[in-house]
């Protein structure tokens, strides 16, 4: 399996982008999906995650209100709505895929990662 991110870039402060992380070769559409940022000389974190039904979603406390995640399984794509954007958002977006992350927070009970997409938010 594969993940593709895209969608990143440079936007003002309050601005929105919309990530989207595309699957590729054989799908997992039942897996849990998450999206995580790396700052530089930071430790990557967990942003939002989202389960394979799309019934449960989780957010970090830094982006409640902002962000949404969502998910099309006929599309085998993740997405990642970012609203009211700040500097602080600065960061690598990465996508990861697990089927049974016994805590979605740690990146290390993700298997699957994406290649990461730079978002840059500008004051």
């Known amino acids: 399996v594969q993940l593709q991110a895209s969608g990143g870039g440079l936007v003002q402060a309050g601005g929105t982008l919309r990530l989207s992380c595309e699957e590729s070769?054989?799908?997992?559409?039942?897996?849990?999906k998450a999206w995580f940022r790396q700052a530089p000389g930071m430790e990557r974190e967990f942003v939002a995650g989202?389960?394979?039904?799309?019934?449960?979603?989780r957010y970090a406390d830094s982006v409640k209100g902002r962000f949404t995640i969502s998910r099309d399984n006929a599309a085998n794509t993740v997405y990642l709505q970012m609203n009211s954007l700040k500097p602080e958002d600065t960061a690598v977006y990465y996508c990861?895929?697990?089927?049974?992350?016994?805590?979605?927070?740690?990146?290390?009970?993700?298997?699957?990662w994406g290649q990461g997409t730079q978002v840059t938010v500008s004051s």
């Open positions: 989202i389960s394979w039904k799309g019934g449960t979603k």
């Open positions: 070769g054989r799908t997992y559409s039942n897996y849990v």
């Open positions: 990861a895929a697990d089927d049974q992350p016994a805590t979605w927070a740690r990146p290390r009970e993700f298997e699957i």
